[in-house]
């Protein structure tokens, strides 16, 4: 009878633990991704440069009521008018863009 009674508890015990821990793995929580926010406006790039950590993610957002064309090494992308277009910088080095559809519109982004 005793004997019974200390099973019971020890299996509560075990379940205790079980549940506790299981709690401690759903609410271990992974640093967020930085991100870094380009806005284009009247044809230009604001902030025109930025600098960020690698890692970070780039989003553009297009506020014109034009169409832009975002050109660099790595990618190339048509931004519609309130179109989004993002991209994570890994390497370091420092990265020129510009539009496709309108000269004088250019960017960097510096990655540390
Ligand atoms: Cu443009």
Same mark, same amino acid.
Request: with cysteine.
């Given at each position: 009878?005793? %004997?019974?009674?200390?099973?019971? =508890? #020890? ?8 549940? $506790? /821990?299981?709690?401690? /793995? ?5 640093? !967020?991704?930085?991100? $870094?926010?380009?806005?284009? %406006?009247?044809?230009?790039?604001? !902030?025109? $440069? ?6 970070? %993610?780039? =989003? ?5 009521? @034009?169409?832009?064309? *975002? %050109? /660099? ?7 519609? !008018?309130?179109?989004?277009? /993002?991209?994570?910088?890994? *390497? ?7 539009? #496709?559809?309108? $000269?004088? @519109? ?5 990655? @540390?």
């Amino acid at each position: 009878m005793a %004997k019974r009674l200390v099973f019971g =508890i #020890l299996a509560l015990m075990a379940l205790a633990v079980l549940l $506790s /821990s299981c709690q401690q /793995s759903t609410t271990q929580t992974t640093a !967020p991704a930085e991100t $870094s926010k380009i806005m284009i %406006k009247n044809f230009a790039f604001n !902030p025109q $440069s930025v600098t960020i950590k690698a890692g970070t %993610k780039v =989003i553009w957002t297009n506020f014109d009521a @034009e169409t832009h064309a *975002l %050109k /660099s090494t790595f990618f190339e992308h048509t931004l519609y !008018p309130g179109d989004s277009y /993002s991209y994570t910088f890994n *390497l370091t080095g420092t990265y020129n863009y510009y539009c #496709l559809l309108h $000269s004088p @519109e250019n960017g960097t982004i510096i990655v @540390e």
